[in-house]
């Protein structure tokens, strides 16, 4: 074939060398696949995808992350098709952050793949079930952040990339030290972007709040609250704060405003008595495994054990990865069994 008809071919592959020549017109502050510090075993590169395009692909096909299509993000066991499960929350996160990282030059894989596994290591019933468990934790609370390292490294092994696990470990607001990358930093407001404003939406929709009930100092700075445009000003309000201060910030007037949303979701949402009565029962529904699972360890399934594990850890381990569906299939069968054996 001639060179002029190899050039005027529709379809060429793209290669993982090509790819990466690509992020070279990244910002300076995005990482790099090809400089990435590596994975615990070391393997040999792929013909086609760099190296976050790996972990993102793993990520995707885990078990952990299709578990969270039977998870609870803030309504437990809601009634009605439409209210947010923690695989929803995931893929808006993911959508949020990568609006973020493509608008301000960062690496979009790195980015897709920290925010699609961000959540894998979440119990049931949501932070619910997390405090639950940190009622086993002597000097310290469980972290569904830690346990999505865990999974990724011990439980269901992918070897994925350091700044991958960093991510995930650093997601949340009150783990120190803080993302390293900047691709980590924001997946850190992009869930919470995206959390405020889909509970608010569910909240609506279940007739707990009325849209007007959102004080004033809130909508005075994101405006009116119609379902998505305050994403967006949220999103502005990163990129444009970003770009003025060269790193992952966001603009104090509605960063003090997302701060207020997020104070009325506890005091009218999150904590109201309704919920807190709810909880209470999820709580009681975890307990009640956790204990009998440590009287009966030999219930938990050789698949989900690591036989290396202390027995505490092996009963956490299996509960937490637990779809509340599951969980609450579990806790009937063995303290509310139907009928005579």
Known sequence: MSQVAEKLRPLQ???????????ALLSPLAARSAS?????????????????????????????????KHKTQVFINPEGDHFVTRMSHTLQVTQ???????????????TEAICLAHDCGHTPFGHTGEAALSDYVEDGEWLHSEQGVRI?????????SWEVLDGIRAHTWRVK?????????VCRFADRIAYLNHDLKDAIRAGVIAAADV??????????????????????GVIDESCRRGK??????????MRH???????????????????????GVIHQLVEYLLAHPEDIPDTYRIAEAEPLIQVLDYVAGMTDRYALNLHDRLFRPRGLV
């Open 96 to 110: 949020v952050a990568r609006a973020l990282a493509v608008a301000l030059g960062l690496n979009e894989v790195l």
């Open 152 to 160: 990724f490294e011990v439980l269901e092994p992918c070897n994925l």
């Open 13 to 23: 592959p793209v290669t993982r060398e090509q790819r990466e020549a690509r992020e």
């Open 215 to 236: 004080p004033g100092d809130i909508t005075r700075v994101l405006g009116p609250f119609n379902g998505g445009s305050w994403i967006s000003v949220m999103i502005e």
């Open 248 to 257: 992952i910030s966001m603009d104090a007037e509605i960063l003090l405003a």
């Open 261 to 283: 949303f997020r104070e009325f979701m506890f005091e009218r949402v999150y904590l109201r008595p309704e919920a807190e009565a709810q909880a209470a029962r999820a709580r």
């Open 36 to 68: 990435s510090r590596g994975r615990g075993r070391e393997e040999a590169p792929d013909p086609y995808r760099t190296e976050f395009e790996r972990d993102r692909d793993r990520v995707l096909h885990s078990k952990a992350f299709r578990r969270l």
């Open 177 to 185: 030290p803080p993302p390293h990358t900047a691709e980590g930093w």
